[in-house]
Nanobody, 127 residues
């Protein structure tokens, strides 16, 4: 049984930082690209970032470039999202997800490409 478990969310002031973690189990981690998505109240789920197995091939949505960094520790089956310079508009539930990595990076921003999802962790940024 595949499980993705996120942690690290919370309440932070604008300009602050948080580090999200997502630990995967029940799958062969190196076979999957790992992504982060977010969903704010009343909005659709939005792509944030993704990384292939090597960790060197990453892709971000424009609104987080230069502020967020995705990384992974394959020995720990864990993917991270370091979020700096947080803004109130970053407030959302953040989800990690796993996709078969033999896909072009250009399609990995599409949530339909992901097979497994975590339960989400709330990030709230106060102004």
């Amino acid at each position: 049984q595949v499980q993705l478990v996120e942690s690290g969310g919370g309440l932070v002031q604008a300009g602050g930082s948080l580090r999200l973690s997502c630990e995967a189990s029940g799958l062969t981690f190196r076979n999957y690209a790992m992504g982060w998505f977010r969903q704010a109240p009343g909005k659709e789920r939005e792509f944030v970032a993704t990384t292939r197995w090597s960790g060197s091939n990453t892709y971000y949505t424009d609104s987080v470039k230069g502020r967020f960094t995705i990384s992974r520790d394959n020995a720990k089956n864990t993917v991270y999202l370091q979020m700096n310079s947080l803004k109130p508009e970053d407030t959302a539930v953040y989800y990690c997800a796993a996709a078969l990595q033999a896909q072009p990076m250009s399609v990995l921003s599409n949530p339909s490409r992901y097979l497994y999802w975590g339960q989400g962790t709330q990030v709230t940024v106060s102004s």
